[in-house]
C-alpha cells in the first residue's frame, strides 16, 4: 500500500483537475445551446451536459475510456479487432513502422557509436553532425522524406521506418558512446599488460560496461521511434495508423477520438518501453550487474 497510494493520489488528482477543465471549457457551448431555446439551466444539468456532448472541446475521462472500449475490447469480442474502425489495427500498423525504424535506429546508432569510440576523426566529424541533425525540426523534415522516397517508388512501411530511425538513433549513439567510454583509465591498462587486443578489449571490457547505457538509450530511442512514425504518417493524409487517426479527427472535429488515438499511443509506448526495461533485468541479472 506505501507504493500503490502516492500512485492513487496522483491519479485521482489529475482525474479531478480534468474532470474540472472539461466542465469549465465545455460549458460555454452547453449555455450557448440553452439560451437559443429559451432555457435557464442548474448547475448540475450544466455538469452533466459537459461530459455527454458529442464534440466537446476535452473530452471527459469516461469518454475517453468509452471510446478505447468501443475500438478496441468490444471490436475483438465482435471479431472486428483488424478493421478499419479498430485501435488495434491501426496500432499495428504504426507498430510496424515503429520496430522497423527502432531496429534501424538501434544498428545505426551502435555502429557510429563503436566508430566514435575507436576513431578520433570520426569522433571529431561525425559527432557534431549527429548532434546537429536533431536540430531540424521532424514536421519539417518529414514531408521531405516522404516525397523524395515516393518519387523514386519508394511508398507505405519504408518512408515511416526512416523516420522513426531518424529521431531513434540519436539516443543510441550518446548513450553507447558514454557506455564504451566508461571502463576507467585502469581497466583498460589492466587489460593491455595482459596483451588484449582492441577486439578483446572491447567484447570482454567495454561492450558489457556499456549494457546499462544501452538499455537506458534503448528505451529513449523507442518511445522517439513510436514518435517519428506517427509524425510520418500526418504529411501523406494516411488512412492507417495512429497518425490517420488523428488526422481524420482533426478534420471532422472528432476530439474523442483524437485523445483516444493519444491514450492508444501512450500505452503502446508504455509497453514497449516496459518490455525494454524487463529485458534489461533478465540480462543485466544474468551478466552479474543488477542493482
Do not use: C
Request: hydrophobic share 55%; charged share 10%; no cysteine.
Amino acid at each position: 500500500m506505501r507504493s500503490v497510494l502516492p500512485i492513487l493520489t496522483v491519479v485521482m488528482a489529475i482525474l479531478a483537475l480534468w474532470y474540472g477543465a472539461a466542465v469549465m471549457l465545455n460549458r460555454q457551448w452547453t449555455l450557448d445551446q440553452a439560451a437559443r431555446a429559451g432555457q435557464e439551466l442548474t448547475l448540475t444539468q450544466i455538469v452533466a451536459d459537459t461530459m455527454a456532448q458529442d464534440r466537446p472541446k476535452l473530452p471527459a475521462p469516461h469518454q475517453v475510456g468509452a471510446e478505447l472500449w468501443n475500438t478496441t475490447g468490444a471490436m475483438v469480442l465482435e471479431g472486428k479487432a483488424f478493421t478499419r474502425r479498430s485501435l488495434i489495427w491501426h496500432g499495428w500498423v504504426t507498430l510496424s513502422a515503429t520496430l522497423v525504424g527502432f531496429g534501424i535506429g538501434t544498428a545505426a546508432g551502435i555502429l557510429l557509436a563503436i566508430g566514435i569510440v575507436h576513431n578520433r576523426a570520426m569522433d571529431m566529424s561525425v559527432m557534431p553532425w549527429a548532434i546537429a541533425s536533431q536540430t531540424i525540426p521532424i514536421l519539417a523534415i518529414a514531408p521531405m522524406i516522404i516525397v523524395v522516397l515516393n518519387s523514386v517508388g519508394i511508398s507505405g512501411l519504408l518512408p515511416k521506418a526512416i523516420i522513426s530511425a531518424y529521431l531513434s538513433f540519436f539516443p543510441v549513439v550518446v548513450g553507447m558512446v558514454a557506455g564504451l567510454r566508461s571502463p576507467d583509465r585502469m581497466q583498460l591498462d589492466l587489460l593491455r599488460t595482459y596483451s588484449a587486443s582492441p577486439a578483446q578489449a572491447f567484447w570482454k571490457l567495454r561492450w558489457p560496461s556499456s549494457m546499462p547505457y544501452l538499455f537506458t538509450s534503448l528505451k529513449v530511442g523507442m518511445a522517439a521511434s513510436l514518435v517519428g512514425a506517427i509524425v510520418g504518417e500526418l504529411p501523406t493524409g494516411a488512412v492507417r495508423g495512429l497518425g490517420a487517426r488523428l488526422l481524420a479527427g482533426s478534420y471532422y472535429g472528432q476530439t474523442v477520438q483524437i485523445w483516444s488515438a493519444l491514450f492508444a499511443a501512450a500505452i503502446l509506448a508504455a509497453t514497449l518501453v516496459g518490455i525494454i526495461g524487463l529485458i534489461q533485468r533478465i540480462t543485466l541479472a544474468r551478466m552479474g550487474m543488477a542493482r
